[in-house]
């Protein structure tokens, strides 16, 4: 870039652009600057602000069906976000490294539960398990709760998990495996010493991006939750129906923080698993 480029006065059309992303961010971050700030707020009143308290934040952790419900949330992430980087991590491979016969429409498959509604899933989902009493003869009965809230979950996250690590492998020089096959590596040894450490970051990303979905799933968990499963996400959404107050604003804002620095993190991971050529090319 030279000198006169650098000084080179605005034009109208790239002020009015500065203008449009300035009132993108602030439609998207104000609402969420509010709801931080009334979290705060000493009123139990939301929209009267009486002065600046954290008595909100000392009662969310004292309730305990709060607690309950975190500590739900937290199982199913935990759990779904273990299975589903396996499943995904392996499908990815299977997808990048293997030709096998129907891979076209399994390819197409991986990505559908990404592009349709979550509604649709949730629907799906019920369904699945309701039926699952007849598909296994009446010899087994399906009680809805943090397993069939796990399940659903990791049905969803696969995909998630499989598209990034799918990325990280399309990046992969395969002349680095073949060198490791030269030396007389078996397939485990290589995957073993030369691939999974090479795509970590990307399954650490994918990881970090189910367990952020995981943590903030509502539509799907309503559906296929049963009594003493609820999560948080789910808590949260009955009580605004009974009106907003402080105390889910502080309860939202604690799960907003923790699914920023969430995505944060795999954004952090999925960057440093560029190679050194598109690093380059950025630059």
């Known amino acids: 870039m030279t000198v006169s480029a650098a000084i080179r006065p605005k034009s109208p059309i790239e002020r009015l652009l500065a203008s449009n992303s300035w009132l993108v961010f602030a439609f998207l971050y104000l609402p969420i600057l509010l709801l931080i700030g009334f ?20 009662e ?10 975190l500590r739900n949330t937290l199982i199913v992430a935990l759990v ?12 990815a491979i299977a997808m990048e490294r293997f ?3 129907g ?5 197409g498959l991986l990505y559908l539960p990404i592009i349709i509604p979550d509604v649709t899933m949730a629907v799906m989902m019920l369904l699945f398990f309701a039926q699952a009493f007849d598909l296994v003869g009446g010899f087994a009965r399906v009680n809805f709760g943090l397993g069939t809230i796990a399940l659903s979950h990791i049905a969803f996250n696969i995909s998630f998990v499989a598209v990034v690590v799918r990325a990280r492998l399309s990046m992969l020089d395969r002349a680095l ?8 590596a078996d397939r485990w040894q290589i995957f073993r010493r030369v691939t999974l450490p090479l795509i970590m970051p990307g399954v650490a990303g994918g990881a970090l991006l ?6 903030d799933d509502v539509v799907v968990t309503s559906f296929v939750s049963g009594p003493g499963s609820t999560t948080l996400p789910v808590y949260v959404f ?3 129906r009974r009106g907003v107050t402080p105390l889910i604003n502080a309860v939202s804002t604690v799960m907003l923080v923790a699914s920023m620095v969430l995505v944060g993190v795999s954004l952090l991971f999925q960057r440093g698993s560029r190679s050194p050529d598109q690093e380059e090319g950025l630059t």
Do not use: C, K, P
């Not at 891979?103 to 390819?107: P, Q, S, V």
């Open 39 to 58: 979290s705060f707020n000493e009123n139990r009143n939301v929209g009267i602000w009486t002065g600046f308290s954290t008595r909100w934040y000392g």
């Open 60 to 69: 969310m952790f004292q309730n305990n069906d709060v607690m309950r419900a």
């Open 80 to 91: 779904s976000t273990l299975v589903s980087t396996a499943l995904g991590t392996m499908a």
């Open 99 to 101: 030709r096998f016969r």
């Open 103 to 107: 891979r076209g429409t399994l390819d």
């Open 177 to 184: 495996e073949e060198a490791a096959a030269d030396l007389y």
């Open 210 to 215: 189910a367990l952020t979905l995981s943590l």
């Open 238 to 240: 009955g009580l605004v």
